[in-house]
């Protein structure tokens, strides 16, 4: 078994995107490898969850009004007072 690494995040906490996001085929109603978020763009974690076979910290981040997207700690970062 994979020992189980902490949230480095919490429920409520804004976060920037590191990376442009595609949808990797979870999202239907979107375009398979379409881009969901752009580099930069900011949100806010609205569930924190755990990647059952990864043994991973997975946050769902509200980006906008209507994107809700999965992310793993490394395509997220928290936005600091200089950023907001």
Do not use: W
């Amino acid at each position: 078994m994979i020992k189980a690494e902490p949230p480095k995040f919490q429920r409520g906490q804004r976060v920037k995107a590191l990376f442009d996001l595609v949808n990797d085929g979870s999202l239907p109603d979107a375009p398979a490898e379409g881009r969901l978020v752009r580099l930069g763009d900011i949100g806010k974690i609205v569930q924190v969850g755990r990647h059952t076979d990864a043994n991973l910290p997975i946050y769902l981040v509200e980006f906008g009004e209507k994107v809700v997207v999965g992310c793993l700690e490394r395509e997220i970062g928290l936005i600091s007072g200089v950023d907001r």
